[in-house]
C-alpha cells in the first residue's frame, strides 16, 4: 500500500462521508467549476475537499481577466468557450461575477512582435474570436494613458474582459451543492491510499474518506497532492503581485485591460474608480510567499515610464499577492495519471486557470465519464514531461503540444 502525509492545516466540526464516489481536491475555480458539471451532469457521491476556505489561493484575486486571445487553436478554443460561459453565467449556474467586457489590448513595441501577433490574430479569426491589430492612434483612442509614439501596433478583442474570481467560486460552488454535491472546507487531505495502483481512500484530520475517484485541483500544492499517490505533477509555485490606486480624483476612463509585451506590466480599471497595475517580476524566485511587497513596484514604473508616462508616479493605495502554479512550458496539466486509474488533475495553468476554469470543468466532467470532450486534452497530459529535460518539452510547445510556451511567448503575459 502506497500512502503519503502532508502536514495538517487546520480542522473544522462539519461530518464527513464515509465514501464519496468522486473526491475534487481544492475548492478554487477549477475544483467549484469540477464540481458544478459533474453535479450537473448527474454524478452522485461528488465530495470537495478544500485545506482552508473556497477561493483561499489563487482564487481569491481581486478581479480576474477573461481572454480567447492565444496563439495556438487549442487554447483559443478553451478560451472562446470559457468567455461563452462567463457572459452567461448568470443564467448559468446563476450568480453575478461583475462580467465587463472590456476588451483586451496588447501593446506591442517593435516589427517581430508585431509579426508574433499578426498571426495569432490569423489563428484567432480562425476560431471566431474578433480580435484584430490596431495602429498606434487607435490604440491610444482605446487606451488614453498609452503614449502612442512608443508601439507600432497593438492587438485587440473587444470580447475579452475581466470577472470576479470569489464570486465565480462561490456560484459554482453554491451550484454543485443545490444538485447534490458535497463541500467541506478547513479539511486538508493529510494522505491518499493505493493498493495495487488502484485509489481507496483520501485521509484528512476528521476522518477517511473511501473513494475510486480523485481530483487534483490543488493549484500550487499539487505536486505535494499528486505524490501522494505516487504521481508526478511537474508544479511550481511562483508569487504573483497586483497592486490598487484607490479611487483616483479624476475618475479613469474605462479602458481595456492593457499590457505590454514587452514587459508584461499590465494595468486596467478595478471598479471601485481606480486602477489595477500588475507586472511578473522576473527577480521573483519560486516558493510558497504570498506576503505583498512593493518591490516590484520599481520594474512596473520603469516600464510604465515607456509606454504610459502618467502611470509611472501614480500612487499605490494597496495591494495583493497570489500564487501561480507553474509547468516547465507553461501550458496547463490536465489528464488521468497513467499507473493510477482514475487519479484526474487539473493544475498547473500558469496564470490561465480563472480565464479557463468554465472549460476545464466540462473537459474533466467527461474525461470522468469516459465521454468524447470537446477538444483532445492529449497533449496536456502531465507525462508530456516524463523522461525529458524541461527545456526540450519547452522548445517542443510549439509543435504539437499547446503552443503557450516556447514559440509563443505572449501567452505567458497574465
Known sequence: MHRSTATDHGTAAAPLPERADVVIIGGGVLGASIAFHLAEAGVTGVLLLERDRPAAGSSGK??????????????????????????AFGERPGADIGFESAGYLFLLGDDAE??????????????????????????????PYLDPDSIVAAA?????????????????????????AAVRTHCPVTAIDTEGGALEAVRTPRGTVRTTTVICCA???????????????????????????????????????TLDFTSTAYFHNDGAGGLLLGMSDPRQEPGFGRE??????????????????????????????????????????IGEAADVPRFLYATGFSGHGFLQAPAV?????????????????????????????????????????????GARPEAHII
Request: hydrophobic share 45%; charged share 20%; glycine share 12%.
Open 292 to 333: 505583498f511587497s512593493r518591490e516590484w513596484l520599481a520594474p512596473f514604473r520603469e516600464a510604465a515610464g515607456r509606454r504610459a508616462p502618467a502611470l509611472a508616479d501614480m500612487p499605490v493605495a494597496h495591494g495583493w499577492a497570489g500564487l501561480y502554479e507553474t509547468t516547465p512550458d507553461n501550458n496547463a496539466l
Open 361 to 405: 470543468g466540462e473537459l474533466v466532467r467527461d474525461l470522468y465519464l469516459r465521454r468524447e470532450p470537446f477538444l483532445d486534452i492529449g497533449p496536456l497530459a502531465a507525462t508530456r514531461f516524463d523522461g525529458r529535460a524541461a527545456d526540450a518539452a519547452e522548445g517542443s510547445a510549439g509543435r504539437g503540444s499547446p503552443g503557450r510556451g
Open 114 to 143: 508585431l509579426a508574433l501577433f499578426e498571426e495569432g490574430v490569423a489563428a484567432q479569426n480562425a476560431l471566431g474570436v474578433p480580435s484584430r491589430i490596431t495602429g498606434p492612434a487607435e490604440a491610444a483612442a482605446l487606451c
Open 219 to 257: 493549484g500550487a500544492w499539487s505536486a505535494e497532492v499528486g505524490a501522494m499517490a505516487g504521481v508526478r505533477l511537474p508544479v511550481t509555485p511562483l508569487r504573483r503581485q497586483i497592486a490598487f490606486t484607490g479611487p483616483l480624483d479624476a475618475p479613469p476612463p474605462r479602458i481595456p485591460f
Open 156 to 180: 485587440h478583442c473587444p470580447t475579452d474582459g475581466y470577472a470576479l474570481p470569489g464570486a465565480a467560486v462561490t456560484g459554482y460552488l453554491r451550484a454543485a451543492v443545490r444538485r447534490g
Open 62 to 87: 481581486p478581479i480576474g481577466g477573461v481572454r480567447a486571445q492565444f496563439s495556438d487553436p487549442l487554447n483559443i478554443r478553451i478560451g472562446r468557450r470559457s468567455l461563452e460561459a462567463w457572459r
